[in-house]
């Protein structure tokens, strides 16, 4: 299902990038879980204080996201927020495997997440969207750990051996992850099988695109999820695992679920989808604004005649 981290042969800054990760799990794994979410703000916010030169991005991205304009000391306050976010992310990933199947429903309100079990029992399988809101590693983790057969898409590092660490990482609650080149296919079959498929869509693209609103601008979207919808008759749930105050406890969101009627005209329904599916992650990302990948270039390809913001 394309390239793997065991494709590439690893170098000596990969191996010492890989034995500081592992060195740094392997720490964070035996500290409470309020200890390492203190550790990763403080982190968070050094980070955050070599980080001015992202404040311009940050607030042009918020203007579009919001509609109203953000400065001063609510754009620092905002952003710090956003490093801290970043940091506790990581340090939740690397975490993974202390979320498991005895403490999952303690640690994460599962109530949303049992809503799609009936669409699950139809047999067309569920095709899952996150976005890079929230903790996305989490969102397939957690519905495995609940049962849901999930196969996600994930775009390999380049470090093998930390690609290799992350993989062992995202597949330790059960969830499989493969690499996204040339899956269509397999995804496909997977769906047939009344599998749930992870992909993420919140992300700039020159390749299968269409132009769908996100915010108050269009952006370049992704098609395959709505085309994999038409295809398969696949219902498409966009999804969140948001984080809550105190910073260890979660909470798993379903925005919405998309099942329309196919029609003649396959674009027009990928591009129907595909809206539905940024109007429900642009509301993911205004409930919890700080929790989104703020700094990403969302709008960068534009339509014909349009300047990148």
Not at 42 to 48: I, M, Q, R
Not at 263 to 277: I, L
Not at 289 to 303: A, G, I, S, V
Request: one cysteine or more.
């Amino acid at each position: 299902m394309g390239p793997t981290h065991l494709d590439a042969k690893p170098s000596r800054r990969d191996r010492l990038a890989y034995h500081g990760a592992r060195a740094a799990a392997e720490i964070l794994s035996r500290l409470p879980a309020r200890t390492a979410a203190r550790i990763a703000r403080v982190l968070g916010a050094g980070v955050y204080l070599v980080q001015g030169r992202h404040l311009e991005r940050i607030a042009r991205h918020h203007e579009i996201l919001f509609g109203a304009p953000i400065a001063g000391r609510e754009l620092r306050r905002f952003a710090r927020a956003f490093y801290e976010h970043l940091a506790l992310l990581v340090v939740e990933i690397v975490r993974m495997r202390c979320l498991d199947a005895a403490n999952v429903n303690r640690i994460v309100n599962l109530s949303e997440l049992e809503a799609l079990r009936p669409l699950l029992a139809e047999g067309r399988g569920i095709l899952a969207t996150s976005g890079h809101a929230g903790n996305w590693e989490y969102s397939g983790h957690v519905a495995s750990l609940a049962g849901f057969p999930v196969h996600a898409i994930a775009r390999p590092l380049a470090n093998p051996l930390l690609d290799g660490l992350f993989q062992r990482l995202r597949e330790s609650g059960g969830q499989k992850v493969f690499a996204k080149w040339n899956v269509l296919w397999s995804l496909k079959k997977l769906l047939d099988r009344g599998a749930v498929v992870g992909i993420n869509a919140d992300q700039d693209t020159t390749v299968n695109q269409v132009f769908v609103p996100f915010g108050t601008r269009m952006a370049a979207t992704s098609a395959t999820i709505g085309q994999l919808s038409r295809a398969t008759g696949a219902p498409v749930a966009v999804v969140t695992v948001n984080r809550q105050p105190g910073d260890i406890r979660y909470r798993f969101h379903v925005w919405t679920v998309i099942r329309r009627e196919k029609t003649a005209d396959a674009e027009a329904d990928a591009r129907t989808v595909m809206a539905e599916v940024n109007e429900a992650l642009v509301r993911a990302i205004r409930t919890y604004p700080e929790q989104w990948l703020w700094t990403h270039r969302r709008w960068k390809t534009r339509p014909p005649g349009e300047t990148s913001p």
